[in-house]
C-alpha cells in the first residue's frame, strides 16, 4: 500500500506517511517510559505501575516463560523492543487522522523478520557452532531412511519458510483489516448518497458491522504484535537448546 510522498525527492521514493509515522513510533515509546521510569517510587504511580506491568508482561510473560530462566534476561530488551514498536504502529491504523497501521506495508514487516532471522541464527551458531545447521535439520531420533526426505523438509521450514511466514502474517492481517474498514466507510458514503430510502436505510447496518470490524481489527493489532514477539522468542530458545530438541 502506496501513499503519496509528503516530502518527494524522486520519481518513486520521498519521505512517506508510512515512514513519519514509524519515527514518531520511536519518540512516542520513549517518551512514555522514561516518564514512566524517571521518578521510581517505591509505591509507584500510574504511568510508573502502567510502565512497569508493559515491561513485566515482555519479561515475565514472553521472555522468562519462553526462553527460560537462565537464558532468558539477555533477550529482554530485544523482545521488549520488538512487541511495543509493532503494537504502536499496528494500533495507529485505529487512530483518528492517523489510520494506518504502517506494517500494511509490506518493507517494515520485511525488515523486522530479517533482524529476527539473523539473530536467532547467530545465536544457534555461536551457542552450538556449525553443528547448528545439523541440529536444525536433522531431527533426534528419526530412521535414517526417512532423513533424506525429512532433511530438505526442515531446511525449507526452518531456514526459508520461517522468516516469510513471519513477515507476511504480520503483513496480510493488518493490510487486510485495514482494507476492510476503509471498503466498509466507502460503503456507506456509498449508501448515503443514495436517493432510494431503503439503500439510505442499509448504510446502518453496514456501519454497526464495520463498527464490529473496527473493534476486531484493533483486537488482532494486539494480537499480531504478541505473535510476532512470541514467535521470536521461539526462535531465540530453539537456537539456543537446539541440542535438547
Do not use: C
Not at 533477550?75 to 506494517?103: D, E, K, R
Amino acid at each position: 500500500m502506496h501513499l503519496p510522498a509528503i516530502l518527494p525527492w524522486g520519481a518513486d521514493e520521498g519521505f512517506s506517511k508510512q515512514m513519519l509515522l514509524v519515527l514518531l513510533s520511536v519518540v512516542f515509546i520513549a517518551i512514555f517510559f522514561v516518564l514512566a521510569a524517571r521518578k521510581g517510587q517505591l509505591v509507584p504511580g500510574k504511568l510508573q505501575f502502567a510502565g512497569e506491568a508493559a515491561y513485566g508482561f515482555v519479561r515475565n510473560g514472553i521472555a522468562k516463560d519462553i526462553i527460560g530462566g537462565k537464558d532468558f534476561i539477555k533477550y529482554v530488551p530485544l523482545l521488549f523492543s520488538l512487541f511495543f514498536f509493532i503494537l504502536v504502529n499496528n494500533i495507529y491504523g485505529a487512530i483518528p487522522f492517523f489510520q494506518l497501521p504502517t506494517f500494511s506495508h509490506v518493507g517494515g514487516a520485511y525488515v523486522l523478520a530479517g533482524i529476527v532471522y539473523f539473530t536467532w541464527l547467530i545465536i544457534g551458531l555461536k551457542k552450538n557452532g556449525i553443528r547448528y545447521f545439523k541440529l536444525a535439520t536433522v531431527p533426534s531420533g528419526v530412521p535414517w531412511y526417512i532423513l533424506p526426505i525429512v532433511i530438505p523438509i526442515e531446511i525449507i521450514s526452518n531456514f526459508i519458510v520461517r522468516p516469510v511466514t513471519h513477515s507476511l502474517r504480520l503483513f496480510a492481517t493488518m493490510l487486510a483489516g485495514h482494507l476492510i474498514v476503509m471498503i466498509a466507510g466507502y460503503g456507506i458514503e456509498f449508501l448515503v448518497m443514495q436517493e432510494n430510502v431503503l439503500l439510505q436505510g442499509t448504510s446502518v447496518l453496514v456501519l454497526a458491522g464495520a463498527i464490529a470490524m473496527y473493534m476486531l481489527e484493533a483486537l488482532i493489532m494486539v494480537l499480531q504484535a504478541y505473535v510476532f514477539t512470541l514467535l521470536t522468542a521461539i526462535y531465540i530458545e530453539g537456537a539456543l537448546h537446539a541440542d535438547s530438541h
